[in-house]
Protein backbone atom coordinates (compact mmCIF):
# COMPACT_ATOMS: atom_id res chain seq x y z
CA UNK A 1 0.00 0.00 0.00
CA UNK A 2 1.27 3.22 -0.90
CA UNK A 3 2.50 5.37 1.98
CA UNK A 4 3.62 9.22 2.83
CA UNK A 5 7.76 8.85 4.07
CA UNK A 6 9.80 11.01 6.04
CA UNK A 7 13.20 11.54 6.43
CA UNK A 8 15.36 12.24 9.16
CA UNK A 9 13.26 9.78 11.52
CA UNK A 10 15.34 12.01 14.20
CA UNK A 11 16.94 15.26 13.94
CA UNK A 12 19.11 16.99 16.74
CA UNK A 13 19.83 20.72 16.19
CA UNK A 14 21.55 23.49 17.93
CA UNK A 15 19.31 26.21 18.94
CA UNK A 16 19.51 28.89 16.21
CA UNK A 17 20.36 26.41 13.40
CA UNK A 18 18.43 25.92 10.65
CA UNK A 19 16.68 22.17 9.41
CA UNK A 20 15.22 20.80 6.63
CA UNK A 21 12.76 18.03 7.07
CA UNK A 22 11.75 16.03 4.18
CA UNK A 23 8.79 13.86 2.91
CA UNK A 24 7.77 12.04 0.05
CA UNK A 25 3.67 12.33 -0.33
CA UNK A 26 1.83 9.08 -2.05
CA UNK A 27 2.71 9.99 -5.44
CA UNK A 28 -0.90 10.45 -7.36
CA UNK A 29 -1.35 13.24 -4.41
CA UNK A 30 -1.93 16.92 -5.06
CA UNK A 31 -2.89 18.24 -1.40
CA UNK A 32 0.08 18.26 1.33
CA UNK A 33 0.17 19.16 4.87
CA UNK A 34 2.71 19.55 8.14
CA UNK A 35 1.49 19.06 11.31
CA UNK A 36 3.43 18.98 14.77
CA UNK A 37 3.12 17.17 17.67
CA UNK A 38 4.52 18.47 21.21
CA UNK A 39 5.51 15.80 23.66
CA UNK A 40 1.94 15.16 25.48
CA UNK A 41 0.03 17.16 23.59
CA UNK A 42 -2.81 17.87 20.92
CA UNK A 43 -1.43 17.39 16.88
CA UNK A 44 -1.71 20.99 15.64
CA UNK A 45 -1.84 22.13 11.90
CA UNK A 46 0.86 24.00 10.38
CA UNK A 47 0.49 24.28 6.75
CA UNK A 48 -1.59 23.17 3.71
CA UNK A 49 0.01 22.99 0.00
CA UNK A 50 -1.57 22.44 -2.81
CA UNK A 51 -0.86 23.37 -6.34
CA UNK A 52 2.63 24.93 -5.28
CA UNK A 53 1.43 27.48 -3.71
CA UNK A 54 0.49 27.73 0.77
CA UNK A 55 -3.30 27.25 0.70
CA UNK A 56 -3.57 27.58 4.71
CA UNK A 57 -1.48 27.94 7.05
CA UNK A 58 -1.54 28.38 11.12
CA UNK A 59 -0.30 31.09 13.70
CA UNK A 60 2.24 28.97 14.77
CA UNK A 61 3.54 29.08 10.73
CA UNK A 62 5.36 31.83 11.02
CA UNK A 63 8.12 33.95 9.15
CA UNK A 64 10.48 31.13 10.52
CA UNK A 65 8.61 28.02 8.50
CA UNK A 66 8.43 27.57 5.03
CA UNK A 67 7.71 24.60 2.71
CA UNK A 68 8.64 24.03 -0.69
CA UNK A 69 7.84 21.05 -3.36
CA UNK A 70 11.02 21.40 -5.09
CA UNK A 71 10.70 18.38 -7.88
CA UNK A 72 7.85 16.35 -8.60
CA UNK A 73 8.24 13.72 -5.49
CA UNK A 74 9.68 15.94 -2.75
CA UNK A 75 8.08 18.12 0.07
CA UNK A 76 10.36 20.08 2.48
CA UNK A 77 9.64 21.87 6.09
CA UNK A 78 12.20 24.23 6.52
CA UNK A 79 13.04 25.70 10.01
CA UNK A 80 15.36 28.98 9.36
CA UNK A 81 16.37 29.65 12.75
CA UNK A 82 15.30 27.27 15.63
CA UNK A 83 14.19 27.53 19.09
CA UNK A 84 14.01 25.33 21.83
CA UNK A 85 10.17 25.05 21.44
CA UNK A 86 10.48 23.69 18.07
CA UNK A 87 11.12 20.18 19.28
CA UNK A 88 8.68 17.96 18.80
CA UNK A 89 7.24 15.43 16.16
CA UNK A 90 6.56 17.08 12.60
CA UNK A 91 4.48 15.17 10.66
CA UNK A 92 3.48 14.94 6.82
CA UNK A 93 0.44 13.83 5.51
CA UNK A 94 -0.96 13.93 1.80
CA UNK A 95 -4.18 13.77 0.36
CA UNK A 96 -5.75 12.69 -2.95
CA UNK A 97 -7.69 14.53 -5.02
CA UNK A 98 -11.50 14.64 -4.10
CA UNK A 99 -13.27 16.57 -1.41
CA UNK A 100 -13.07 15.70 2.24
CA UNK A 101 -10.30 12.96 1.50
CA UNK A 102 -8.86 11.38 4.33
CA UNK A 103 -5.22 12.54 5.09
CA UNK A 104 -2.57 9.92 5.32
CA UNK A 105 0.34 10.47 7.76
CA UNK A 106 4.10 9.90 7.14
CA UNK A 107 5.85 8.06 10.15
CA UNK A 108 7.11 11.50 11.22
CA UNK A 109 10.47 13.33 12.35
CA UNK A 110 11.75 13.46 15.59
CA UNK A 111 13.17 17.44 16.22
CA UNK A 112 15.47 17.72 19.28
CA UNK A 113 16.36 21.18 19.56
CA UNK A 114 19.34 21.62 22.20
CA UNK B 1 -11.62 28.98 17.31
CA UNK B 2 -12.53 25.73 16.38
CA UNK B 3 -12.31 23.07 19.23
CA UNK B 4 -12.32 19.43 19.40
CA UNK B 5 -13.11 17.84 22.88
CA UNK B 6 -12.06 14.16 23.69
CA UNK B 7 -12.36 12.61 26.52
CA UNK B 8 -8.60 12.24 28.02
CA UNK B 9 -9.46 8.75 29.54
CA UNK B 10 -7.70 6.83 30.40
CA UNK B 11 -10.87 4.42 29.06
CA UNK B 12 -10.35 0.70 30.79
CA UNK B 13 -12.31 -2.41 29.13
CA UNK B 14 -11.84 -6.18 29.45
CA UNK B 15 -10.85 -7.87 26.36
CA UNK B 16 -13.93 -8.75 24.19
CA UNK B 17 -16.09 -5.61 25.49
CA UNK B 18 -17.14 -2.93 23.10
CA UNK B 19 -14.87 0.55 23.63
CA UNK B 20 -17.01 3.94 23.62
CA UNK B 21 -15.38 6.65 22.24
CA UNK B 22 -16.40 9.94 22.21
CA UNK B 23 -15.84 13.63 20.94
CA UNK B 24 -17.41 16.85 20.44
CA UNK B 25 -16.88 19.92 18.16
CA UNK B 26 -17.45 23.40 17.69
CA UNK B 27 -17.80 24.24 13.58
CA UNK B 28 -20.85 23.40 12.23
CA UNK B 29 -20.19 23.94 8.75
CA UNK B 30 -17.73 20.87 9.62
CA UNK B 31 -18.43 18.22 7.10
CA UNK B 32 -15.99 15.22 7.54
CA UNK B 33 -15.14 13.50 10.43
CA UNK B 34 -11.86 11.15 10.89
CA UNK B 35 -11.10 8.38 13.69
CA UNK B 36 -7.05 8.20 13.67
CA UNK B 37 -5.38 6.05 16.07
CA UNK B 38 -2.01 6.39 17.94
CA UNK B 39 0.08 4.40 19.09
CA UNK B 40 3.05 5.86 21.42
CA UNK B 41 5.63 7.52 19.47
CA UNK B 42 4.05 6.68 16.98
CA UNK B 43 1.78 8.96 14.11
CA UNK B 44 -1.65 8.85 13.25
CA UNK B 45 -3.08 5.89 11.92
CA UNK B 46 -6.49 6.40 9.88
CA UNK B 47 -9.34 4.00 11.18
CA UNK B 48 -12.17 5.64 9.82
CA UNK B 49 -14.18 8.72 7.88
CA UNK B 50 -17.66 9.56 8.19
CA UNK B 51 -19.21 11.95 6.65
CA UNK B 52 -23.09 12.05 6.70
CA UNK B 53 -25.49 11.54 9.76
CA UNK B 54 -25.62 8.10 10.88
CA UNK B 55 -23.56 4.73 11.26
CA UNK B 56 -20.80 3.54 9.18
CA UNK B 57 -19.26 0.28 10.05
CA UNK B 58 -16.12 -1.03 8.89
CA UNK B 59 -15.31 -4.71 10.34
CA UNK B 60 -14.84 -4.07 14.62
CA UNK B 61 -14.99 -0.32 13.98
CA UNK B 62 -18.41 1.56 14.02
CA UNK B 63 -18.47 5.64 13.43
CA UNK B 64 -21.66 7.28 14.50
CA UNK B 65 -22.06 10.98 13.37
CA UNK B 66 -24.67 13.25 15.03
CA UNK B 67 -24.41 17.09 13.06
CA UNK B 68 -26.95 18.66 14.75
CA UNK B 69 -25.80 17.18 18.55
CA UNK B 70 -21.89 17.90 16.97
CA UNK B 71 -21.05 14.92 17.82
CA UNK B 72 -18.78 11.80 16.97
CA UNK B 73 -18.28 8.75 18.49
CA UNK B 74 -16.00 6.00 17.53
CA UNK B 75 -17.45 2.06 18.76
CA UNK B 76 -15.25 -0.96 18.76
CA UNK B 77 -16.21 -4.17 19.62
CA UNK B 78 -14.29 -7.39 20.75
CA UNK B 79 -11.75 -5.02 21.44
CA UNK B 80 -8.32 -6.57 21.77
CA UNK B 81 -5.14 -5.85 23.58
CA UNK B 82 -3.61 -4.79 20.29
CA UNK B 83 -6.46 -1.70 20.37
CA UNK B 84 -4.82 -0.57 23.47
CA UNK B 85 -3.74 3.11 22.13
CA UNK B 86 -4.73 6.83 22.12
CA UNK B 87 -7.65 7.68 19.70
CA UNK B 88 -7.43 10.75 18.01
CA UNK B 89 -10.96 12.23 16.54
CA UNK B 90 -9.83 15.05 14.26
CA UNK B 91 -12.45 17.35 11.96
CA UNK B 92 -11.92 19.17 8.47
CA UNK B 93 -12.00 22.76 8.31
CA UNK B 94 -11.11 25.23 5.72
CA UNK B 95 -8.24 23.98 3.32
CA UNK B 96 -9.14 20.84 4.45
CA UNK B 97 -6.77 21.46 7.51
CA UNK B 98 -8.02 18.54 10.31
CA UNK B 99 -8.44 20.16 14.10
CA UNK B 100 -7.74 17.24 16.38
CA UNK B 101 -9.05 16.40 19.56
CA UNK B 102 -6.48 15.62 22.62
CA UNK B 103 -7.09 12.49 21.98
CA UNK B 104 -8.39 9.35 24.23
CA UNK B 105 -6.29 6.74 25.51
CA UNK B 106 -7.80 3.65 25.55
CA UNK B 107 -6.62 0.30 27.14
CA UNK B 108 -8.13 -3.24 26.69
CA UNK B 109 -6.80 -5.62 29.46
CA UNK B 110 -6.52 -9.07 28.79
Known amino acids: EPEVTQTPSHQVTQMGQEVILRCVPI?????FYWYRQILGQKVEFLVS????????KSEIFDDQFSVERPDGSNFTLKIRSTKLEDSAMYFC????????????FGDGTRLSIL | QKEVEQNSGPLSVPEGAIASLNCTYS??????FFWYRQYSGKSPELIMS????GDKEDGRFTAQLNKASQYVSLLIRDSQPSDSATYLC??????????FGGGTRLMVKP
Open chain 1, 93 to 104: ASMGQGASQPQH
Open chain 1, 27 to 31: SNHLY
Open chain 1, 49 to 56: FYNNEISE
Open chain 2, 27 to 32: DRVSQS
Open chain 2, 50 to 53: IYSN
Open chain 2, 90 to 99: AVNGAGNMLT
